[in-house]
């Protein structure tokens, strides 16, 4: 008897540590592999506010986004009307931003990639959400939380060596359900520099979604960027060349 006492309770202890255990047994890369799928689809189209709040100004504009797969983008201004035609496409590593006033097409180096799109909290990665973090980056599980009812997966994901990227790591908050809560951007000396969040997540789409994103510097409370959808579709594909520089300078859409 007391040797299946003992046994049994072996056996008890060991499955509550396999249990407690088991959320770290998620494979990270996978985990972040499956958030930007469910966040792109294999193609999409959405209509975004975006709102660029300072403490004395605001200013709000309107755009359309197209994106397939991983890679590839375009977004276009079509209000207030003074900004309406602006536009940005990525396809690859590569951007390319187009002025309807000067009538010009201008190819964004990589020393740019980083800066800010439209005078915007977001740089030109983030607004392509770029697959940088895909490629470029290892990611480790640090630790879970939990964010109404669901496990939300706290990744590290540190640059690979000679990587192409500014960001001397990633703090990643990924719910179970494959949503982006958070995204925190440090420095090299791994301080943060900025913080994108998802806010009011409901269905949208037809699958549940943040209709807000919000990108504020960490250092700083009373200025951000929001993004909000008010259309949002995800589509099995998107024609190829939607995604060309011609589009870009004559809207086919």
């Not at 975004?48 to 403490?55: A, D, G, N, Q």
């Not at 990587?163 to 949503?179: C, F, N, S, Y």
């Amino acid at each position: 008897m007391k040797k299946t006492t003992i046994f049994m309770t072996c056996l008890t202890v060991s499955i509550v540590i396999t249990l407690g255990t088991a959320a770290f047994a998620q494979d990270p890369e996978t985990l972040v592999r499956a958030a930007f799928d469910y966040y792109r689809g294999n193609a999409s189209v959405a209509t975004i506010k975006m709102t660029v709040h300072r403490p004395d100004w605001e200013r709000v504009s309107t755009m359309k986004a197209w994106t397939k797969g991983q890679e590839d983008g375009i977004f276009r201004i079509i209000s207030p009307p003074k900004d309406a035609g602006n536009g940005t496409l990525k396809r690859g590593r590569e951007m390319w931003t187009f002025n309807p006033k000067v009538n010009r097409v201008i190819k964004l180096p990589p020393s740019m990639m980083s800066q800010s799109w439209m005078g915007s909290d977001f740089s030109n990665n983030d607004l392509a959400k770029s697959d940088s973090l895909l490629k470029d980056y290892s990611h480790t599980l640090t630790g879970t939380e939990t964010h109404e009812g669901k496990t939300v997966y706290i990744i590290k994901s540190m640059p690979n060596p000679d990587a192409p990227v500014v960001w001397g790591m990633q703090t990643l908050k990924i719910r179970e359900d494959h949503i982006f809560l958070s995204e925190i951007f440090h420095d090299e000396d791994l301080k943060p520099v900025k913080i994108m969040t998802a806010h009011d997540i409901r269905m949208l789409g037809g699958k549940l979604f943040p209709m807000v994103w919000r990108m504020k510097k960490a250092d700083v409370e009373d200025e951000y960027t929001e993004l909000s959808y008010s259309e949002l579709s995800f589509k099995e594909d998107l024609p190829d060349n939607l995604f060309t520089l011609s589009n870009l300078r004559n809207p086919r859409r």
